[in-house]
């Protein structure tokens, strides 16, 4: 971490001090599968005492700004967290999860930093330094064979007219012989897609900060964003230049011609 920010530093040591914490309560949560116990109460606390950990830590680096969660939205500058970006996942001990944080300043968010205490994996991306997995630099893929690219697709749990039309994209795809995963975690399937490992994450959003923190991170790792607007909603494919353009082009036509 040497030749990174002194934010950036800070905010790696804190943060997995503060993920570290809660390995213990996964285990306990994994345990809990088989049983007829409710993993609600473990749940909760491990994401209580890691919201407390996180705003200790968040107000020394700077004392000034306010903290708000990920759902919420804000003009001004400020720290924008998401304890556990699948909580799903994390109730039911699996360990596609992490902690995420980002510094929102001039109304863009300039720095992100996401966490899996569990894999014990770190990314960074900071405006103008570029992306990072634990010390090693990560760029997205340059595959130009359609038929060879892996796609993910993230849905949000309880929006029904979207996870219709993303299955339905999803359907358009899978036509093609290409392979498709759902991971759970919007922050397991940037980190692929930023490290190379898949050439396609397809969303909808309406939250800003997961839009403005995709596009730092592509921007970092020489990805682009590309996005269409479908029974008006947005859809959002995040890629590499080519392989978005055709899937984008490919979509597009498979709705006009119906």
Known sequence: MSNFSPLLNVLNKSIRLSG??????????????SSVRQTEKFVHLAKSKLEKDLHQILKKIKPDLKIIPFEDQRDQDCWIIDLIDSSRNFERGIDNFSINISLQEDQKIKTNIFYNPIKDETFYFQAGIGGYKNDSRVRVSEKK??????????????????????????????KEKVVTRESGSICSDIGFLASGKIESLIFITSNINLKNQ??????????????????????????????????????ENSYESK
């Open 20 to 33: 570290k914490k809660i390995i213990r309560d996964f285990g306990e949560i994994e345990k809990l599968q």
């Open 145 to 174: 064979l359609f038929k060879e690219s892996i796609f993910t697709f993230f849905n949000k749990i309880h929006q029904t007219r979207e996870n219709e039309i993303l299955c339905d994209i999803m359907k358009i795809i899978k």
């Open 214 to 251: 995709i596009s730092l991170i592509l921007s970092e790792t020489g990805g682009v964003l590309n996005k269409l607007d479908l029974f008006g909603k947005i859809i959002y494919i995040a890629s590499n230049n080519y392989i978005g353009k055709i899937t984008k082009e490919m979509i």
